[in-house]
């Protein structure tokens, strides 16, 4: 064969069938096995502790993480540092009374001080980047918003920590009293801040654009503020033992889906004000120019209200799975479970909109942030006006 | 959905439509479903807000008689039951099926289409396209195409034209078409579980009128009617039973409206046991029932644990720890007189849920025992131990009818309450059960039990002892006012002032201090004009009072150590002396406490009662299949994008040499569609190139 034919034969390569795991790196192998090793590692030291589904559960995870990262470049260092840090973290943490001993803990990395420094980050992200977006003039590669973008990684990766830590802090208030750390209002609040940012920083890169990153983490931002009253004015920061109906491995998949769906809704409606601000400014303004085009804001919105619906179905269904295990039955128009059906149906009827009539723009940005409405109502509304059987997350 | 106009769909011209054409067209029309679904979302937030499952009486409470009617006219306590709100989810049902018959053939023809009659032109027309003209025959320009579609998993049908061309139509994604088939079949699917599980003819009887509800509670299932029982049946239902310790039951008791229908099980269930296990911190950590099955048809039995979470599930039934309470635990209780000159001290044994006969200063009072709790969790502001919570032990409850009528309701606390560093008994009065507990502090002697008080206030109620003190007190009181000058005249003028003292005595153990108050000052207005002599009376009845009360305490503790008198014992301490306070506190609040007699739960037999549900619901097998199916739909039409690929190969006019036309479509995704289109037209270019250099080789040799 001459050279020509050579080399067009390896190019051809690349395009056969298993030609993606060829051009996966080094990095993505050692990320594969550092997976597998974690989720071994898990198995063996508290594999006898785990429910049959809670074993089924672990290797989902691992099963899910692994072409995750090879995926999300990015998630594959923030996923291996977080996990480093809590490692680290449970090491020197024999009692809670290493938390206010030990500098590390104390500052650093029990669930306390990470959730705070996950608070600091992403407060300074919102202004970071509405900075960026104001005096960077459209620069893409601007200072100001790459350490927005840091700082939004960080508080990311400060939030996923906390959680992770309070997980061990709660085994070690005593025998069987350990649980996993997405009871209450104030675990879910840290949940929703970092999940809705992860979700954003996905995007972010995707769309190789920062412009809306102010938007996004003014949601985020409102979270941090709830969770800070609720830290300091309501002392919610106590670990207390579930209740026995919160006792079942279904709590590990039916919150953390309901809250990638809160996050991905979030994304959508900051991305709808965003579209909306720049629809109502002069075309030849600043905002007009910096903020993506109407169709990538357009596109973006769809895409993670279609991601938000998927991921809400399968947890309004793994919910209904769970009542029927602890409540009586599938269904009991209990009134978390009918609001549930609400946001269910409204964003059923966005998609419809878009997909049947082609609705597009401004109408669909409204109904985007009316949507999040309706989901605000259905995630605390309910647990704060409502009575009902679903009063665990109560203020 | 495609996006292709609904002319594809089922419909005939505007002019001479028949009826049922026009039906379905309005059936499955998007406008009639998203009025549909408008509706069913008003009114589950009326179900949302307006509370469920609430007794008819409770709403009448809320809502008064004029708006109770309305709303139950209009169904609203029960709302997802209502005939209006299960007409919307069978129309919804009705549309959505419909909207699939028109439309599902238009889509199974999409996904089984190859679009093999595109010329050309309308190739070049798509934004996709690409061409090649190459040094090949067309068979290995068809050779490399076709490894080209086959690669990309692309599946594909060639069509060879007259004039020598080939057209490859390919498509891959096709499953993108399943996910709304399977989507909205899902709906349907999920909506007839759901009607199934909503009992519909349980519902229909009740319209008929067959079926009668009974209202009465608290009665045996024994003496239930027939008419309000339900045979075992294939139908879905959700009833409650409680069960006490070491008790069976085959039956579960369905609300229904203002009552409730008795549903027969086909087996029985026996409680063995139930418990709660707690946290270190007192707080519950799990219930537990030992049940044991009884089958009589199928000859079975065996023995399971169900908690929380854990339910158990026979014949289609599951049954599920949901309540427990209390079964008719036996309490010993002693019975302390707190009125009346009555001696000694009463045992009593009664049950939870039993009445008991009582004698107090001839009277017959009727007790009715009403619950008994073995723990109860208080918040602990203490913060040392990292603890929030403790146990501060049992708890009973009971209602006794008073003299006036009146039917009180008490809530006693087996051990003392440690507030703010004292210990007291409580017992809490309402006379209601929409009103709160008010609490009665009895504080508790050194021993921690209520013997001090009680000997107080023995030596109060009682005519010797209270005689006792009301003449040592007066004998006190006159010589410190130097109104006598020695004990002899003392003692001759104490005997009138002591029957003032004792009168002040039973009015405070009636009527509280204010009344003695008000008593004393009627009494010195009336016997003196001059301010100064009324202070001397004022001053006098008071100082009387108070050292009645005082003689009395210290003879209590005097009695209590064993000795004659307190001086003795080397006086009171400071301890007693907050005692004596807080004593006198209690008897100020003894009249308003109402009740003649303070019951001291001393021992307690605790007989639990679990609470279950048991529930059938035949249609859950059906719901999850069809909430599957909606996954799945849901996950193909989001990600998998259904998408069209052409290559139209042709000889050129020069000979050896062939044109090749690659285009494609995109569902939807234009810039994702756009990116794949172009690795398809990179491998296909390679393909083409080594095609042609290994050619030209072969004419080389």
Redesign the interface.
Known sequence: M?T??EK??N??KD???GAYFRRLSAFDWIWALACIGGGLSAYLLYGEYMAYYEEIILALTVAWLIPQGWHWKAARPFTLIVGALSVLAVSIYPD?GAAQESFLLNYLLSSQSAIMWMCVFFLGATVLYFADLVLSGGDRDAFLGKVATAFTWLGSGAGLLGLLVRWWETHL??P??GYFPVSNLYEVFVLLAFTTALIYLYYEGRFRTRALGGFVMLVVSASIGFLLWYHFGQEAR?I??L???L??W?MKVHVPTNFVAYGAFGVAAMVGVAYLVRARSHPESKAAQRLPSFDQMD?LMYKCI??G??FF??AT?LG??WA????????S?D?KE??S??VW?NYA?WL?MR????WRGTPMAWWSILGLLVTTFCFLG?NIF???LHSYGGL | ?S?ESPAAARQTPRKGRTTSAILIEFLGS?NLA?TL?VA??IG??I???L??ERTWSEHMIDFGPFWFEVFRRLGLYD??SASWYLAILTFLVISTSVCMYRYTPTVLKEMTRYRDHYQATSLRALSNQREWTMGLVPEQAREATQQTFR??GFRFRDKSRKNGQVLYAGMKGRSNRLGYIFTHAAIVVICVG?LI?GDLLLKWNEWRGNLQVETRDDIPVSQIDDSRKLPVRPGSF?GTTNIPEGRAANVTFLPLRDGYVVQELPFTILVEDFRIQH???G?????ESDLRIIDQEYDKEFTQTI?????LTYRGH?I?Q?SFGDGGSNLDLRIWPLRGGTEGVEQLEAKVFSQAEVNIGGQRYTLSIEDFELANVRPDELMEG?T?HRNVGPTFNYSMRMRDGRVLEFENYMLPIRIDGRDYYLSGVRPSPDQPFRYLHIPAGPDRSLDRFMTFLDNLRQTEPRREAARSAARYVLLELGMVEDQEQARQLSGQMALSAEQMIQQLLQEGFEAVSEGVEARVQAGANDPEQQALLRDFSHMLLERTLTNAYHNAVAEEAGVQSVSDMGGLTEDDRLFYEEALAALSALPGYTSPIFLELTGFEQVQSTGL?I?R?PG?GI??FG?AM??LG??LM?YVPHRRLWALVEQDESAGRTRILLAGVGQR?P?AFGKEFE?VA??LD??L??AE??GG?EVKT
């Open positions: 001459s020509t034919q067009l034969a190019e051809l395009h056969e069938r809670l208030h005593g069987g009293m106590h207390e033992p209740i026995p109906a006792q079942s279904w596109d279609a991601l619906f998927a179905t399968i269904i209904a799975l029927a295990e602890a409540w009586g039955g599938y269904w128009w009134p009918t609001w059906l609400i149906l009827a419809h997909f049947t009539k082609g309910v409502l009575s009902g | 959905m996006s998007m998203i679904l069913l979302g589950s937030i179900g949302t807000v509370v469920q709302v997802y690669n990309k759901g599980d959700r946290y270190p911190d707080q519950p950590r799990s219930y908690r929380v979470n854990e339910p599951s599920y949901a990292g929030r549900m529930a619901a859950a719901v999850y909430s909606l996954v849901l996950f989001f995704d810039k690795r990179q491998e390679l393909r190139r080594l250099s290994k080789e």
